[in-house]
């Protein structure tokens, strides 16, 4: 089976523009959650979606937005890129809400200009 | 915000000697998990400890928790240099539930 998968790997933008990062997770898993990870840092918890629903939301502004689709793979949206929103974006699944053991994917490596 | 500090920031060790981090965390939880990435790319679950235990093992890998001290560390014995990469601890939340909170990492370098 293949393991949680995002796009795309890398991606380029300049300030004020919009992102949309895609995310599937593995098969069966109904939970998705996105995390931040600025260089040098430890992953910050950006949203967690699950069975189509926003189960949690961390201290992120209202430019940031997620849904999750019937399939279970989900999008995070980022409004007016900012110079300090450039990070590596993580998506992970599991199949519970408990978060007892994540899944994650490579990453999408987003840079701002 | 970081839940847990990693300490040391960084180790640099031979191969074959043993790998100690250490992890401080500051609200109450009901588990505490070690991650490992490489390269700055995804994060691999290596174990989970859960608030009423003390010790875990797996394979080469040690987990202690002490919840009086809001502190954990993790062992790798025998370390080997497919193991250099930064560790992180994540604990969750008061209550359980839906995010975990990651420490700020430790990065191990194992050289031959």
């Known amino acids: 089976d293949a393991g949680v998968t995002q796009s795309p790997t890398h991606l380029i933008k300049t300030r004020g523009q919009h992102v949309t990062l895609r995310c599937s997770p593995i098969s069966g898993h109904k939970s998705v959650s996105w995390y931040q990870q600025v260089l040098g840092q430890g992953p910050q918890f950006i949203f967690q979606?699950?069975?189509?629903?926003?189960?949690g939301r961390g201290n992120f502004p209202d430019r940031f937005s997620a849904r999750q689709f019937p399939n279970y793979s989900s999008e995070l949206n980022v409004n007016a890129l900012l110079l300090g929103d450039s990070a590596l974006y993580l998506c992970?699944?599991?199949?519970?809400?408990?978060?007892?053991?994540?899944?994650f994917g490579s990453g999408t490596q987003l840079s701002v200009l | 915000s970081q839940q847990g500090e990693e300490d040391p920031q960084a180790l640099s060790i031979q191969e074959g000697e043993n790998a100690t981090m250490n992890c401080s965390y500051k609200t109450s939880i009901n588990n505490l998990q070690w991650y490992r990435q490489n390269s700055g790319r995804g994060l691999v679950h290596l174990i989970l400890i859960r608030s009423n235990e003390r010790e875990k093992h797996s394979g080469r890998l040690r987990v202690t928790l002490d919840t009086s001290k809001k502190s954990s560390s993790l062992l790798i014995t025998a370390s080997r240099a497919a193991d250099t990469a930064s560790y992180f601890c994540?604990?969750?939340?008061?209550?359980?539930?839906?995010?975990?909170?990651f420490g700020t990492g430790t990065q191990l370098k194992v050289e031959l």
């Open positions: 994540a604990t969750d939340g008061p209550g359980g539930g839906n995010k975990l909170t």
């Open positions: 992970a699944s599991s199949s519970t809400t408990l978060n007892e053991k994540l899944f």
């Open positions: 979606y699950y069975e189509k629903e926003e189960r």
